[in-house]
C-alpha cells in the first residue's frame, strides 16, 4: 500500500515556474514507478511525466517537453516535477501516481495508487 501527497501547487504568471513534490508513505516507495498526470476542467486526465524506479529513466509528453523536469529522491520518498516557462494551458489539477510494473507508464489505468491532487492555475 502507497499514500501519496501532492503540494507546491499555486497560482503564477505565464512563462514563471512551479515545483511540484509528491510525498510517498511505505518503505517499497523505491520499486515504483512514479508518474505525474494532469486533469483540466471538461478533459481527460493525460499523461504528463513518469520516471522509473531507479530514477535512471524519464519520460514526457510532448507538451511539456524541454520545460518539465521529473526526478525522485527515493531516501525521501519523494518525487518531483519541476514545471518551467509555464503557459496558460498548463492549468490543471496535478496528481502523482505510483505503478508496480512500469510497463504502461502513459496510461492511468495502470496506476494502482493516486494522490488527491494539486491544483495549478497559469495566468496569462
Known amino acids: 500500500q502507497v499514500q501519496l501527497v501532492e503540494s507546491g501547487g499555486g497560482l503564477v504568471q505565464a512563462g514563471g515556474s512551479l515545483r511540484l513534490s509528491c510525498a510517498a508513505s511505505?518503505?517499497?516507495?523505491?520499486?515504483?514507478?512514479m508518474g505525474w498526470f494532469r486533469q483540466a476542467p471538461g478533459k481527460e486526465r493525460e499523461f504528463v511525466s513518469a520516471?522509473?524506479?531507479?530514477?535512471?529513466?524519464?519520460y514526457y509528453a510532448d507538451s511539456v517537453k524541454g520545460r518539465f523536469t521529473i526526478s525522485r529522491d527515493n531516501a525521501k520518498n519523494t518525487v518531483y516535477l519541476q514545471m518551467n516557462s509555464l503557459k496558460p494551458e498548463d492549468t490543471a489539477v496535478y496528481y502523482c501516481?505510483?505503478?508496480?510494473?512500469?510497463?504502461?507508464?502513459?496510461?492511468?489505468?495502470?496506476?494502482?495508487?493516486w494522490g488527491q491532487g494539486t491544483q495549478v492555475t497559469v495566468s496569462s
Open positions: 501516481a505510483a505503478d508496480q510494473n512500469g510497463s504502461f507508464y502513459r496510461r492511468a489505468y495502470a496506476y494502482a495508487y
Open positions: 511505505g518503505r517499497t516507495f523505491s520499486s515504483y514507478t
Open positions: 520516471i522509473n524506479w531507479s530514477g535512471s529513466n524519464t
